[in-house]
């Protein structure tokens, strides 16, 4: 059964560095997210990105966070200059008409 | 704005019981509802989902769930409960108005089983 893939599953970086984490979706999907989970918190929206643009965007995603679909299979978060308080698992997930969204595995991100 | 209350943080039932996880939403329209199961170290996978028709919902592993739009409620349940369940259950609701579709999901609801 295809499934959505993260890279890294775990990455660690100090404030004020850039990061990049990686999505594989699931290959005939056209919609894509990402959301993020807090330790203890709620899972966040933070952004849809359909027809190679973003559709939706929460508050959380200000200027320091961008996607890209590079790519034909790869969907890619960037935060530019990261700090403590994006420590967090960010989710990727797909859809194929943007209805039920299939999740990836996370990628735990340690903000020292 | 779309919201969802899981009222029971932590659950805990003896294998073979039956279990009702607890999911109030609000949401302005006839809302899209989905419930999760997170293992630990796992991703999130989708359990089941209701869009339209029929209010009562069947999902994987045993689990169905029932829409009730008086309650503003989207229960989950299963009969007898297997070990193997024991995970972090998220309820959410799905905005679709645009070709955005965000999720908003409650707080989760922790499931323990005894054996």
């Known amino acids: 059964e295809p499934e959505v893939t993260q890279t890294p599953s775990h990455q660690v970086t100090q404030m004020g560095q850039e990061v990049i984490l990686r999505c594989v979706p699931i290959?005939?999907?056209?919609?894509f997210y990402w959301y993020r989970q807090i330790l203890g918190q709620k899972v966040e929206f933070l952004v849809s990105?359909?027809?190679?643009?973003?559709?939706?965007k929460s508050e959380i995603f200000d200027d320091q966070f961008s996607v890209e679909r590079p790519d034909g299979s790869n969907f890619t978060l960037k935060i530019r200059s990261t700090k403590l308080e994006d420590s967090a698992m960010y989710f990727c997930?797909?859809?194929?008409?943007?209805?039920?969204?299939?999740f990836g595995p996370g990628t735990r991100l340690t903000v020292t | 704005a779309q919201s969802v209350t899981q009222p029971d943080i932590h659950i805990t039932v003896s294998e073979g019981a039956s279990l009702e996880l607890r999911c109030n939403y609000s949401?302005?329209?006839?809302?899209?509802l989905f419930w999760y199961v997170q293992s630990p170290g796992q991703g999130l996978q989708l359990l089941l989902k209701?869009?339209?028709?029929?209010?009562l919902v069947q999902g994987i592993k045993g689990f169905e769930a029932e829409f009730k739009r008086s309650q503003s409620s989207f229960n989950l349940r299963k009969p007898s409960v297997h070990w193997s369940d024991a995970a972090e259950y998220f309820c959410?609701?799905?905005?679709?108005?645009?070709?955005?579709?965000?999720?908003?999901f409650g707080g989760g609801t922790r499931l323990m089983v005894k054996p």
């Open positions: 997930a797909s859809s194929k008409e943007g209805r039920e969204q299939y």
């Open positions: 290959s005939n999907h056209l919609y």
């Open positions: 990105f359909y027809n190679n643009e973003i559709s939706e």
């Open positions: 949401y302005g329209a006839t809302p899209y």
């Open positions: 209701y869009f339209s028709g029929d209010t």
């Open positions: 959410a609701v799905g905005s679709f108005y645009n070709a955005g579709n965000m999720l908003t």
